[in-house]
């Protein structure tokens, strides 16, 4: 698997992923209906960078990286981060999340944070506890989850500075 700067023809695959994660309703805040493109704006536009892990040409998962905040909040970042189904359980999202962080390094942020993840999305809520990240909040029934009715969604955030 390489981690590479997303092409402008990757975005189909992208899309894919995207769409099936988002039409779930079950782990990010996007509407259902996102348009294809809506999503390129949010996940290709809108982002100082975003990244695709892939193997050969199949593209296994993304991320996009950004600002948290502006001006005297500048030197946190965001990321969101998405993998296929097939790919789930093999790395994917802990590989993807630690390039994102040398990634945020290099660019001169201090600090990651996660500023809306669904509390019953407990596989990424482990992993990112297992990377480093402590739950700074929590934002009571915030999330209208497809399935389960509103549930809390949490901020999460790491230090990446000396």
């Known amino acids: 698997m390489e981690i590479r700067e997303a092409l402008e023809q990757d975005f189909e695959q992208i899309w894919r992923i995207f769409h099936s994660v988002v039409v779930a309703g079950e782990t990010y805040a996007y509407a259902p209906d996102t348009s294809k493109e809506e999503a390129y704006e949010l996940w290709l536009r ?3 960078k ?17 600002q948290n905040q502006l001006g005297l909040g500048s ?16 790395g994917v999202a802990a590989s993807l999340c ?3 962080q040398a990634m945020a390094k290099k660019y ?10 669904v509390s019953t999305n407990e596989v990424a809520v ?5 990377l480093g990240y402590d ?7 915030a999330f209208r989850h497809s399935k389960l009715g509103l549930v809390d969604a949490l901020v999460m955030y ?5």
Request: proline share 3%; glycine share 10%.
């Open 126 to 130: 482990n992993l990112w506890r297992k």
């Open 50 to 66: 975003t990244y695709v892990a892939v193997e050969g040409e199949t593209v296994l998962g993304t991320y996009y990286l950004k």
């Open 135 to 141: 739950i700074a909040g929590r934002l009571p029934k």
């Open 75 to 90: 030197h946190v970042s965001n990321c969101g981060y998405m993998v296929a189904e097939a790919a789930r359980g093999k």
């Open 46 to 48: 809108q982002p100082q």
């Open 98 to 100: 630690e390039h994102s």
């Open 158 to 162: 790491k230090w990446l500075g000396d």
């Open 108 to 117: 001169g942020y201090k600090a990651m944070q996660f500023n809306f993840v």
